[in-house]
C-alpha cells in the first residue's frame, strides 16, 4: 500500500509541479523553475526527482528486510527395538532435538541442532551440538559449509553427520559437489547430476573416501524413481571399487511407497517396502533401521508404516529380514517409534 501512495504521490506532484512552478506562478518556498514551461508540463526539479527516488528506495529496501528473530522448533522421539537372529541385543531410548536457525543477512541463514540422547536399554546418554553449519546462495547455487546432516544416495550408502562443505547447483540438471568428512570416513568427495521431471527422477552419483584403516573406495550409483499419485516405485545399482572376501562389489535396491505423510496432517500415512542386496563396501553408514549395518553386507528385506496419530505426532512400525551376504547368518529387527514434532 505504501508503495502504490508513493507512486500517486509522484504522479499528484508531478502535476502540481507543472503548475505551481511556472513562471510568475512559482511555487512555496522555492524560485520558478525556468525549465517548466507549456510544452513540458510534467518536469519535476531535481530536487524533488532526489527526495522521491530516495522515498522509493527506502520502501525497496524496507521490502527487503532481514528477519533476525530466531526460530526454535523440535522433536522428541522414543524408539524401541527388538532384535532376533545372530543379533539379539535389544535397545530402548529417548532422543531429543531442540533446532535453531537464525538470517545472516539476506542470502545467509545460520543453522545449529542441539542433541540428547536418554538410555532406557543398550542405547547412549549424552549431550552435543550434532549439527552447526550456514546456508546461503552464490548465483543459482546453494552452499552449505560446516556440520550439517547428509542423505547419501537415498540413505543407501550414509545417512548421518557431514563435515565440510556441499554445494548444489539448480537448472535444467541439479548438480552437487561436496567434499569433507563423515562420521565413518575422511576425505569424503561427492559428486553428483539429478534430473527431475513431474512425476520421475534420474540421477547418478560418484563417491569417493577414505576408510579408518587409511584405505580408499569409491562407489559409483544409479538410481530412478517414479511417482503417480501416492504411489512410488525406484530402484538403484551400486559399485564399489573394492570388493569382499566373496569378490562381491556390484548391488541393489528396489523400492516401493505409498501414502503421502505429513506430520501436521492426522490421518496422512506413508508405507514402504524395500528389497537389498548390497555388499560390504556399498556402503559407510546404512540409514536403516534393521541390523544391516552389523553386516558384512546384506540381502533381504525391510517393510514399514509410519501414520500421523494427531497433529505433530508421528507413530510408525518397521521390520526387516536380512542375511550376511559373507557368513549367511541371518537377523530379524522389528523398529518402532513415536516422535512428537514442536
Not at 538403484?236 to 528396489?254: E, I, Q, T
Request: charged share 20%; no cysteine; aromatic share 14%.
Amino acid at each position: 500500500m505504501r508503495k502504490i501512495f508513493i507512486v500517486a504521490l509522484v504522479m499528484s506532484i508531478a502535476t502540481g509541479a507543472a503548475t505551481a512552478s511556472q513562471p510568475g506562478n512559482p511555487g512555496e518556498g522555492y524560485a520558478a523553475d525556468p525549465a517548466v514551461t507549456a510544452d513540458n508540463p510534467g518536469y519535476i526539479a531535481p530536487w524533488l526527482y532526489t527526495a522521491l527516488i530516495d522515498e522509493l528506495m527506502a520502501v525497496g529496501q524496507a521490502g527487503r528486510q532481514v528477519d533476525h528473530k530466531l526460530k526454535v522448533d523440535g522433536e522428541v522421539r522414543y524408539h524401541y527395538s527388538s532384535n532376533n537372529g545372530f543379533w539379539r541385543q535389544d535397545a530402548s531410548g529417548l532422543r531429543v532435538y531442540l533446532a535453531l536457525n537464525g538470517a545472516i543477512d539476506r542470502n545467509w541463514r545460520v543453522y545449529g541442532r542441539l542433541e540428547g540422547k536418554k538410555k532406557l536399554l543398550n542405547y547412549s546418554n549424552d549431550v552435543e551440538l550434532s549439527r552447526l553449519y550456514a546456508v546461503g546462495k552464490l548465483g543459482r547455487s546453494t552452499i552449505q559449509a560446516g556440520s550439517f546432516g547428509y542423505l547419501m544416495a537415498e540413505g543407501n550408502i550414509y545417512d548421518s553427520g557431514f563435515d565440510g562443505i556441499r554445494a548444489d547447483y539448480s537448472g535444467p540438471l541439479h548438480y552437487t559437489l561436496s567434499y569433507g568428512k563423515t562420521n565413518a570416513s575422511a576425505n569424503t568427495a561427492v559428486a553428483a547430476l539429478r534430473l527431475e521431471d513431474f512425476d520421475y527422477e534420474l540421477e547418478a552419483g560418484i563417491y569417493h573416501y577414505q576408510a579408518a584403516g587409511g584405505w580408499k573406495n569409491t562407489i559409483k550409483t544409479l538410481g530412478a524413481n517414479y511417482n503417480f499419485s501416492n504411489f512410488g516405485v525406484g530402484a538403484m545399482v551400486l559399485d564399489s571399487v573394492r570388493k569382499d572376501v566373496k569378490g562381491n562389489g556390484s548391488g541393489y535396491v528396489a523400492a516401493l511407497n505409498y501414502g503421502d505423510l505429513k506430520s501436521w496432517r492426522p490421518g496422512t500415512y506413508k508405507i514402504f517396502a524395500k528389497y537389498y542386496n548390497q555388499p560390504q563396501y556399498t556402503y559407510l553408514a546404512h540409514g536403516m533401521n534393521g541390523a544391516g549395518g552389523r553386516m558384512q553386507g546384506f540381502k533381504g528385506y525391510g517393510l514399514g508404516l509410519n501414520h500421523t496419530v494427531v497433529e505433530n505426532l508421528v507413530a510408525g512400525i518397521e521390520y526387516y529380514d536380512l542375511a550376511d551376504k559373507v557368513t549367511g547368518r541371518r537377523g530379524q529387527t522389528w523398529w518402532g517409534q513415536l516422535t512428537h514434532y514442536f
